[in-house]
């Protein structure tokens, strides 16, 4: 206990307990205005024994508290490498990147089919080349090939082992029409040939196509819904662990680990297409999370790591920060300026943004209201009672922790009552 006027520690006590406390308390019954943390112990103890007494919350922890929430949130939005688009030059030409990266993306024949659509209108060899990020070599190449000599080239290895199944399969069925031909029954051709009653009967109808009837046919999987989302949150910049909670409660039902292997590789194809450079062509620089934290502590004009127009870029392509900066800062210039009247609008707006590291802090505040209310509408603090708890720190230290409660508090006492007479 510590007079807040004086700035004397007046007694201790070696206990949080309620009981222990509100007797304690009731022994200094002149006590009106009480500075304390928010614990709901000493908020009980102190309503217990001094009912009519004013209580303050500490301002300090009011704010580390709503920090901490505030970073909490934070670690799980933001990456700890920030990717924003780069402020440190002018970028030119935006629109021929652009097109160039989209175009890195195309297959070798839907270039040829580009190339054929710019020879109509009119384009010379060396500007379709540089449209389309192609050698004029493999251009020249592509030109002299054969119809037959391209559609090979143009087959995916993929395309080629279907081929070869489809070959395979044909060659099945041409001995399966073979047997029937020379008079073997369906039974018989089954037995000869190991293939089912059905699949035989399959085989010797003259409509049946080799080609299964789901090839080149994409079926949707359980998170095909979502994909769109997913690539916007990871456009964004969102934390992998945000992205799968969030399309969860978007109904998603299906296992974890195969988005976390979508998301893998849309980062993989994105270093390869992009290599480090937005779709639209700007180029990106990186700033680290931890330098961002800095701007919840600091004036955005003491956080000489960040300039002005990086803090503006980060804002603008991560809004959720911009909010949770400006409810950050709202609410320390509101204890600095005691306006009370903007505590409630300041919970309304904060409640608003239905964040829940925020809504936790909010449940705090609301259930010791009045006490913050008198730290936003009174200068007391309890800095005084941290920086005597350092004090004490240091004794023990001094004492090298070898002594009791008892005496370390009788040491102390004694301490203060000479410092009245220096």
């Known amino acids: 206990m510590v007079d807040i006027f004086t700035h004397q520690i007046l007694d201790m006590i070696d206990s949080r307990d309620y009981e222990t406390v509100c007797e304690w308390l009731k022994s200094y019954p002149n006590l009106r205005i009480i500075s304390r943390d928010g614990s709901v112990t000493y908020n009980n103890a102190i309503t217990g024994a001094h009912p009519e007494a004013l209580q303050i919350s500490d301002r300090f922890h009011l704010l580390k508290n709503l920090t901490s929430y505030v970073t909490e949130y934070l670690k799980k939005r933001l990456k700890p490498q920030v990717s924003i688009q780069s402020v440190s030059q002018e970028i030119k030409e935006v629109e021929t990147i652009k097109q160039a990266n989209e175009n890195r993306k195309l297959t070798l024949k839907e270039k040829y089919e580009k190339i054929k659509q710019l020879s109509l209108e009119g384009r010379c060899k060396t500007e379709i080349c540089r449209s389309l990020n192609m050698d004029i070599r493999a251009y020249d190449k592509l030109i002299a090939m054969t119809p037959e000599e391209r559609e090979k080239l143009f087959q995916t290895k993929n395309m080629i082992i279907h081929e070869e199944k489809v070959k395979q399969k044909m060659e099945r069925i ?132 960040i300039s002005e127009k990086q803090f503006e870029m980060i804002c603008k392509e991560y809004p959720f920060f911009e909010k949770i900066y400006k409810i950050t800062w709202e609410f320390k210039d509101m204890l600095t300026n005691k306006n009370i009247e903007a505590f409630d609008k300041w919970i309304e707006r904060a409640k608003n943004l239905n964040i829940p590291e925020i809504n936790s802090f909010i449940n705090g505040v609301e259930r010791d209201m009045e006490a913050v209310r008198n730290a936003i509408k009174y200068e007391y603090s309890n800095g005084l009672v941290e920086g005597c708890i350092n004090k004490l720190k240091v004794i023990k230290r001094i004492m090298y922790g070898r002594c009791s409660f008892e005496t370390l508090k009788i040491k102390i006492l004694q301490l203060e009552k000479m410092r009245l007479f220096n």
């Open 174 to 305: 041409n001995e399966v029409r073979e047997l029937k031909r020379i008079g073997l029954s369906n039974i018989e051709i089954s037995r000869r040939t190991g293939l089912d009653r059905k699949t035989v009967r399959r085989y010797l109808d003259e409509n049946f196509n080799p080609v299964h009837a789901s090839y080149c046919k994409k079926r949707n999987g359980k998170l095909t819904p979502y994909i769109k989302t997913i690539d916007e949150y990871l456009e964004r910049g969102m934390m992998g662990s945000y992205i799968v909670e969030k399309i969860h409660e978007m109904g998603y039902d299906g296992s974890s680990s195969t988005v976390r292997h979508y998301m893998t590789d849309w980062k993989k194809r994105r270093k390869k297409y992009y290599d480090r450079s937005r779709e639209d062509g700007t180029k990106t620089e990186i700033i680290k999370r931890e330098n961002i934290f800095k701007l919840l502590y600091h004036p955005i004009e003491k956080v000489k790591i």
